[in-house]
């Protein structure tokens, strides 16, 4: 008996100085991840702000440009993301100076941060889809699409116009036409919905996916919550991204950029090839005519434009861009978009005087204005003839 007391004690001791051994050298290496991937980006989640140059802005300060920076910084290293609860994933709320995203049951949305005409006049509602270059990625709120369409169309009808900022990173139009159906539940609709798209619809939708990014990530959690509410048979033990040994595997990993542009990849965009043009081209005529139809029976006025874009720039550097430009062009020329709803503005940009961009697919404060104004222009001339939609 004394020698099996003796043994049990011997192994208890062991195990708890490993465990106690094992939690500390975890906490080192947390200790030091964070401090080095403060540095290099790998670590401490995605440093948005190393792509850009302040020299790519034409109009923003430089104290706004290094707040707009640091809280697109903040964001990436915090959460980017949360749950959608039909297009999957959206970007997270937020309170900021410059990068305020207001939370929403159906879908989040960036605010505008500019006033309206008259603030008591009736406001009439404007839907603004489209991905991150109507979010206004790398701009504040005031510089973005949506808020310089809001003051644009406002000045244009001498109405209270309040354009909601639906725009998502990586949404493309099969994304869009899925959450416009889900907000046509609410009592207050919109009067008037604009569509921008183009890149991602290429980029994405391109690529043949059929369903949202972030969809197989969703699709492990609920397989995992019914097997526990069913009693299956399921993994009890499961080492999470954030274990240290994990992140420490992660910093020599040459997989694992040092700056990405959102907070996680998808297999299925490096792996799929590009569709045929006659297959985008079905692809984004069915949404626009869906989207379409859907506006016809809710009295609202809808619009589609195609973006610019740089794809078609061929001194870019950027992945497969020759096929990446016929698509793009398959979308300009789609022979199946029938509705007079559709403009194409992708050359819009073509004669503005450079930068435009604040990257490989971005707009920067004048570009953002740019596109600003031509959307403008089509909606207002169109408004002037049809004025019963600012009912």
């Given at each position: 008996?004394?020698?099996?007391?003796?043994?049990?004690?011997?192994?208890?001791?062991?195990?708890?100085?490993?465990?106690?051994?094992?939690?500390?050298?975890?906490y080192?290496?947390?200790?030091?991840?964070?401090?080095?991937?403060?540095s290099?980006?790998?670590?401490?989640?995605p440093?948005y702000?190393?792509?850009?140059s302040s020299?790519?802005?034409?109009?923003?300060?430089?104290?706004?440009?290094?707040q707009v920076?640091?809280?697109?910084?903040?964001?990436?290293?915090?959460?980017?993301?949360?749950?959608?609860?039909?297009?999957?994933?959206?970007?997270?709320?937020?309170?900021?100076?410059?990068l305020?995203i207001?939370?929403?049951?159906?879908?989040?949305?960036?605010?505008?941060?500019s006033?309206?005409?008259e603030?008591?006049?009736?406001?009439v509602?404007?839907?603004?889809?489209?991905?991150?270059?109507?979010?206004?990625?790398g701009l504040?709120?005031?510089?973005?699409?949506?808020?310089?369409?809001?003051?644009?169309?406002?000045?244009?009808?001498?109405?209270?116009?309040?354009?909601?900022?639906?725009?998502?990173?990586?949404?493309?139009?099969?994304?869009?036409?899925?959450?416009?159906?889900?907000?046509l539940?609410?009592?207050?609709?919109?009067?008037?919905?604009?569509?921008?798209?183009?890149?991602?619809?290429?980029?994405?939708?391109?690529?043949?996916?059929e369903?949202?990014?972030?969809?197989?990530?969703?699709?492990?959690?609920?397989?995992?919550?019914?097997?526990?509410?069913?009693?299956?048979?399921?993994?009890?033990?499961?080492?999470?991204?954030?274990?240290?040994?994990?992140?420490?595997?992660?910093?020599?990993?040459p997989?694992?950029?040092?700056?990405?542009?959102?907070?996680?990849?998808?297999?299925?965009?490096?792996?799929?090839?590009?569709?045929?043009?006659?297959?985008?081209?079905?692809?984004?005529?069915?949404?626009?005519?869906?989207?379409?139809?859907?506006?016809?029976?809710?009295?609202?006025?809808?619009?589609?434009?195609?973006?610019?874009?740089?794809?078609?720039?061929?001194?870019?550097k950027?992945?497969?861009?020759?096929?990446?430009?016929?698509?793009?062009?398959?979308?300009a020329?789609?022979?199946?978009?029938?509705t007079?709803?559709?403009?194409?503005?992708?050359?819009?940009?073509?004669?503005?005087?450079?930068?435009?961009?604040?990257?490989?697919?971005?707009?920067?404060?004048?570009?953002?204005?740019?596109?600003?104004?031509?959307?403008?222009?089509v909606?207002?001339?169109?408004?002037?003839?049809?004025?019963?939609?600012?009912?």
């Amino acid at each position: 008996m004394k020698n099996f007391l003796h043994l049990y004690k011997t192994v208890a001791t062991l195990l708890l100085t490993t465990t106690l051994l094992f939690l500390l050298v975890c906490y080192l290496i947390k200790g030091a991840l964070d401090l080095v991937g403060a540095s290099i980006g790998k670590l401490s989640g995605p440093v948005y702000s190393k792509k850009w140059s302040s020299a790519d802005y034409t109009y923003l300060t430089q104290d706004t440009i290094k707040q707009v920076w640091n809280e697109f910084d903040n964001m990436g290293k915090e959460m980017t993301f949360t749950h959608s609860p039909y297009a999957t994933f959206q970007e997270s709320p937020r309170t900021g100076k410059t990068l305020n995203i207001i939370n929403d049951t159906i879908s989040n949305y960036r605010s505008n941060s500019s006033s309206n005409l008259e603030q008591n006049q009736k406001p009439v509602f404007v839907w603004m889809f489209g991905g991150s270059s109507v979010f206004g990625w790398g701009l504040p709120d005031n510089e973005t699409i949506p808020a310089h369409l809001q003051k644009l169309l406002s000045k244009c009808t001498g109405r209270n116009i309040n354009v909601v900022n639906y725009g998502h990173a990586y949404y493309w139009s099969t994304m869009e036409s899925v959450l416009f159906s889900a907000l046509l539940q609410r009592k207050e609709k919109s009067h008037i919905a604009i569509f921008l798209d183009g890149f991602n619809d290429v980029e994405l939708g391109g690529r043949g996916l059929e369903e949202p990014l972030l969809s197989n990530k969703v699709q492990q959690i609920v397989e995992n919550y019914t097997r526990l509410e069913s009693g299956a048979e399921h993994n009890w033990l499961q080492l999470l991204p954030a274990f240290p040994p994990s992140r420490l595997g992660r910093l020599w990993d040459p997989a694992t950029p040092s700056s990405r542009f959102l907070s996680f990849t998808d297999p299925r965009t490096q792996s799929k090839e590009f569709v045929s043009p006659e297959a985008i081209c079905q692809m984004y005529s069915g949404n626009i005519a869906r989207i379409d139809a859907l506006s016809t029976v809710e009295a609202i006025l809808p619009f589609f434009f195609l973006q610019p874009t740089r794809f078609l720039e061929k001194e870019l550097k950027y992945g497969d861009r020759e096929k990446a430009s016929g698509l793009f062009q398959a979308l300009a020329s789609c022979a199946a978009i029938s509705t007079a709803n559709f403009h194409d503005i992708k050359d819009s940009l073509a004669t503005v005087a450079s930068p435009v961009y604040l990257d490989t697919s971005h707009y920067n404060d004048r570009g953002s204005r740019v596109v600003a104004q031509k959307i403008a222009d089509v909606v207002c001339s169109r408004l002037a003839d049809q004025p019963s939609f600012l009912r």
